[in-house]
């Protein structure tokens, strides 16, 4: 089945700082690469996706990168605040597995003010 | 829409005894997908079913574990006999046309096993 890795596992960056999570994922097949976010002790919310057929996106201070090739994808989120700490999911979807995504371990972010 | 429900919030069960967890989807959706979370782990897939059949319980233990959507009412994951290590928090998520599109996700049943 796929298997998905995330780095780091904790990330601490001053507000205003940039911050980037990596992602690989085994699959080639996996077309569909979402992104969650988990404040503590809520529930995950979607925040941004991609799809394969797309190497970048962006919706304000978040972007997604994918590169195909190497199998990796990345979060850039800019200018973080305080309210961006959380935790972070990367996941991949892969027809090899009914498309059902498999999420990375997650990345702790914490934003100082 | 309500979102994603989830009940109970908190579950406290001794062990040998038998959990229910239920989880209603958003209006219009068909889709319902069961995940784990451990701390400081990923949520781990455990079921998907559509109303009234599995379509994937890979993720699923074969012994004590099940899970239904039946045609009326939410979809129950039901853990018989109890163990600590089923301990965790158990999300539900919903979708309107399958998995590979956004989940929502309900706020999850804490399940506690003394």
């Known amino acids: 089945g796929e298997n998905v890795e995330q780095h780091p596992s904790t990330l601490s960056v001053q507000e205003g700082d940039s911050a980037v999570i990596k992602c690989t994922y085994s699959?080639?097949?996996?077309?569909?690469f979402p992104w969650y976010k988990q404040e503590l002790g809520k529930r995950p919310q979607l925040i941004i996706d991609?799809?394969?057929?797309?190497g970048e996106k962006k919706d304000q201070r978040i972007a997604v990168t994918l590169n195909k090739t190497a199998k990796h994808f990345s979060l850039h989120i800019t200018e973080t605040q305080p309210e961006d700490s959380a935790v972070y999911f990367c996941?991949?979807?892969?027809?090899?597995?009914?498309?059902?995504?498999?999420f990375g371990r997650g990345t702790s972010l914490i934003v100082h003010p | 829409n309500a979102g994603v429900m989830q009940n109970p919030r908190h579950l406290v069960r001794r062990r040998g005894q038998e959990a229910r967890l239920r989880c209603s989807p958003m209006?219009?959706?068909?889709?319902v997908y069961w995940y784990r979370q451990l701390p400081e782990e990923g949520l781990k897939f455990m079921v998907y079913l559509q109303k009234e059949n599995i379509i994937d319980e890979s993720g699923m233990p074969k012994e004590r574990f099940s899970a239904e959507f039946p045609k009326e009412g939410p979809s129950i994951l039901r853990i018989q006999q109890v163990v600590r290590g089923d301990s965790a928090a158990y999300f539900c998520?919903?979708?309107?046309?399958?998995?590979?599109?956004?989940?929502?996700f309900g706020s999850g049943t804490q399940l506690s096993v003394l």
């Open positions: 699959d080639s097949a996996s077309n569909y």
């Open positions: 209006k219009g959706h068909s889709h």
């Open positions: 991609i799809r394969s057929n797309v």
């Open positions: 998520a919903s979708s309107p046309r399958g998995p590979n599109e956004k989940l929502f």
């Open positions: 996941a991949a979807s892969t027809p090899g597995g009914s498309y059902i995504p498999t």
